[in-house]
């Protein structure tokens, strides 16, 4: 959460600040925090970017009123500039956008309030910079088109934002209060992402530091460049509609810029988006009994259009991902203080699932056979997926460790323990039940992501017969029957491996693990694998 504040005069030339209204500031979902003669300070929750600035409040704030109800229409027109995105940021900061916007006449308030926003996007959808950093330029000193690529840090060399001295890429990261908070993002590149224009002027140091010379906004200027850098495309597209629109309620007219990237252009329109939604859904997620008139008019207040089972969404909102974003604007336009909590009309009781139970069984067999339990992370490491040589692997976008990317396997979470446990005791016999997950191709999940329930047994030192020997004694105490077939698996000893079927379809592997792969991990001694999907076997025991 963040807090802004808002000079009182300026605000209470839209709206007054009754004490109805007062108290209606915070049923819009932004609790009022404190309110003087010369100011109003509102807490706004993250995922609402565009209520940070005093412009996208009002705009939200004036719907909520019934003031201008409904999806608020902005036009952008084609300013025929270009920003070219080089190849050679790719693996650094690969993405940006821009849009220009003139006739604003800048002065001391707007510029403050510009400014407040910034720093704001930055530490909460920005993520300190590092999935967007935002920039503003004076329009009249920067020649189209403008070019975004890597160079030497040495070659980038201009005068920073409140340090008129000219100095060097490396020096700005050592000496600029921004190159020390914010330098470490860059470290570890041999060339960092830089703006030149066609004079071959440096516009910006992203994410560190804008040039002294057009990166500066002051009283008087009237037009601007916009530009966002970082990681997340759509992030930037949203972060850009949010500054051009609250430059728009300033008086200001927008144009877009073509980014591009070799043959691909990209740039904002400003068009809203489209989401379907069921009115049944949305009042048993509320508990109330809305009719779809009803639903209309409270997503009218929320700054929606709503025509028959469609919702039209502003570009600005970045926090609306699903129907049940739409649910909660529903409940603040409709109103938390007249929500009546009510106590389900049912009876139930907890109940242990069958696959806990079934899982239960498997873990009793197993602990019996002398093996451990062990329980590892869903993620695993980026040199952990290189080393397994997977391809196309499962990326989280922000993670704040070094655990990037999601196991697609239990077979490299138990290579990494037994890798940890090298110098301890042997045998060791260790198993593992949990969830692996696989790309959705089919398109069938909502997330584009399968997930799966796997066991795993790993026995070092062992061989082909021993682990053998264990899915044959877990089947049999299972009361259930299964086959083998020789085959070749990555990792696994060629001739020493076998795919396991069930009921005809193949629901794992077993054998010997490569000493390659045993080298690769400095594992010492010998190991055997086995690794099966359960949801067959689930499936096979609830029948029996």
Known sequence: MTNIKFPRKEFEKEIKLTPEVIEKVSLFGTPLESISKEEIEIEVFPNRP?????????????????????????????????IIVDKSVENIRPYCMAAIVKGVNFDDEKIKDIMQWQEKIHATVGRNRKKAALGYYALDKVKFPVKYMADNPKNIVFEPLDMPKKMDALQILLKHSCGKEYGNQLSGFDKFPVYYDSNKEVLSLPPIINSNNSGKIVAGTTDVLIECSGSDLG??????????????DMGGKAYSVDIVYGNKKECIDLKPETMKISIDNINKLLGLDLKELEVGGLLGKMGYDYDKGKVKIPAWRTDILHEVDIAEDVAIAYGYDKLTPQIPNISTMGEESFEGKAKTKISEILIGLGLIEISSYHLIKKEESVLSKLENPLELENSKTDYKFLRPNLLIPALRILTENKDNEYPQKIFEMGTVFTRDNAKKTETGVDEHENLLIALSPSNFTEIKQHLVYLFKMLNLNNTFEECSKKSLIEGRTSRILFDGKEIGYFGDVHPKTLIDWSIKMPVSILEISLEEVFNKLKIK
Not at 235 to 248: E, G, N, P, T
């Open 235 to 248: 992030i930037l597209k949203k972060v850009i509609s949010i500054a051009v629109v609250d430059l728009i």
């Open 50 to 82: 565009d209520l940070i600035s005093m412009q996208g409040f009002l705009r939200g704030f004036k719907a909520f009123l019934g003031k201008e109800s409904g999806l608020k229409k902005y036009s952008i027109k084609s300013s025929g500039f270009e």
